[in-house]
């Protein structure tokens, strides 16, 4: 059974970064779309960032797009998520997923994904 495992998340003032992991272990990574999600309390789940793993091209929301990035480590199992510029809206817990998809299959809907995290808080306060 494939595992996601997210790290990184925390505390951050508005304005900071924070760079999120997740490692995937038991599947070829590199053969795996690889997602971004969020959900803030009473909220829904929402996209934040995918990517594919030919290429690879990286897909974003609108809300995040120039601020955050999102890359992959093959050797490593790792896709990261590098987030900059944070504000207060940006506080979440945030999902790694992934899909054992093709080459270009990096969907911006959650129920596209497979596999799951178990997520890990980043909360933006002064």
């Known amino acids: 059974q494939v595992q996601l495992v997210e790290s990184g998340g925390g505390l951050v003032q508005p304005g900071g970064s924070l760079r999120l992991s997740c490692e995937l272990s038991r599947g070829t990574f590199s053969r795996y779309g690889m997602g971004w999600f969020r959900q803030a309390p009473g909220k829904e789940r929402e996209f934040v960032a995918s990517?594919?793993?030919?290429?690879?091209?990286?897909f974003y929301s609108d809300s995040v797009k120039d601020r955050f990035t999102i890359s992959r480590d093959n050797a490593k199992s790792t896709v990261y998520l590098q987030m900059n510029a944070l504000q207060p809206e940006d506080t979440a817990v945030y999902y790694c997923?992934?899909?054992?998809?093709?080459?270009?299959?990096?969907?911006?809907?959650?129920?596209?994904?497979?596999?799951w995290g178990q997520g890990t808080q980043v909360t933006v306060s002064s």
């Open positions: 997923a992934a899909l054992p998809g093709g080459p270009w299959d990096a969907p911006q809907e959650a129920r596209g994904y497979r596999h």
């Open positions: 990517i594919t793993w030919s290429g690879p091209m990286p």
